[in-house]
């Protein structure tokens, strides 16, 4: 199968791809160093974005950015404006307003908004993890061994018995099993979630 060709064009004969950087060399020259338009509606469109994603930010880590006050009360009339011609013209001087912050704002907002987002991955995960050890203590006693091992100061008494009473719970009877319905799903059942995620959460912050 034969290459696809590269883009790209001849100076003096000699082929210059596309984004390669002779090509961004001899591009700097013609402009004088300066963005081309393309780059400066790239970066407008970047900040109109990061701007919006300020609107998700808690409101400890929006203090903490020490942010001009005409751009958080711009960014608070954002939230109330529902018409997409009104919002689209409002993220616009949004994203005219990020331009005039200095770099090192920048990347306070970029990094208050990646410390944020980590942090809501690794609840995530917290979560699925407490959600799998509760389905694996109620389905096995092998499992409930492993988890007494693994937190040796865990309630042992208590979550013998709240593993009994899910597996009595969460045990179908004839009637249910007839009609095709899942197992009732008791306290017992949300006490274990609720016992395993405190353990695991302890151990988090240790």
């Known amino acids: 199968m034969p290459r696809k060709p590269k883009k ?19 591009r700097a020259e013609i402009t004088g160093g300066q963005p081309s338009r393309t780059e400066l509606k790239k970066e407008s469109t970047e900040l109109q974005k990061l701007g919006e994603e300020l609107l998700t930010l808690r409101g400890d880590s929006l203090a903490r950015l020490d942010l001009p006050e005409k751009l958080l009360t711009t960014l608070e009339d954002l939230k109330t404006i529902t018409n ?16 005039q912050l200095e770099p090192e704002t920048l990347q306070a907002v970029r ?58 719970d969460g045990t179908p009877t004839p009637d249910e099993v007839s009609r095709g319905e899942a197992p009732r799903r008791g306290r017992a059942y949300r006490d274990i979630f609720q016992m395993v995620r405190e353990q695991l959460g302890q151990e988090e912050h240790e």
């Open 111 to 168: 990094d208050a908004l990646a410390e944020q987002h980590g942090g809501s991955a690794q609840q995530t995960l917290s979560l699925h993890a407490a959600e799998k050890w509760r389905d694996d203590l109620i389905a096995s006693d092998e499992a409930v061994h492993n988890w007494l091992q693994a937190h040796p100061d865990a309630d042992s008494q208590q979550l013998r018995a709240l593993v009994r009473q899910a597996r009595k």
């Open 84 to 99: 997409f011609e009104g919002r689209r013209r409002q993220v616009q001087f949004v994203g005219k307003l990020m331009r």
């Open 8 to 26: 790209g064009y001849f100076v003096k004969g000699h082929f210059v791809a596309e984004g390669s950087e002779l090509d961004l060399g001899l």
